[in-house]
């Protein structure tokens, strides 16, 4: 992302509520994403924030767990 180490995704095809997508992840992924409730309205239900302020390895592991839950 420019000018930000954030990015905004749509997790809709994997539940229809970001709030419980994020509990959901961190349970089974053991990785922590932020609800789009936490940053609005519009269309909060469908989104969440992923933050890219770690190591890269941190963010490699946290990839794979999150590629092994969602296939």
Same mark, same amino acid.
Do not use: K
């Given at each position: 992302?420019? $000018?930000? @180490?954030?990015?905004?995704?749509?997790?809709?095809?994997?539940?229809?509520?970001?709030?419980?997508?994020?509990?959901?992840?961190?349970?089974?992924?053991?990785?922590?994403?932020?609800? $789009?409730?936490? @940053?609005?309205?519009?269309a909060a239900?469908? @989104?969440?924030?992923?933050? @890219?302020?770690?190591?890269?390895?941190?963010?490699?592991?946290?990839?794979a767990r999150?590629?092994?839950?969602?296939?």
């Amino acid at each position: 992302p420019d $000018g930000a @180490f954030y990015a905004w995704a749509d997790c809709s095809r994997h539940s229809t509520s970001s709030w419980d997508f994020c509990f959901s992840m961190m349970e089974r992924a053991h990785v922590a994403l932020t609800p $789009g409730r936490d @940053f609005g309205p519009a269309a909060a239900e469908r @989104f969440v924030r992923l933050s @890219f302020a770690n190591s890269m390895t941190e963010l490699e592991t946290a990839i794979a767990r999150l590629q092994r839950e969602l296939g």
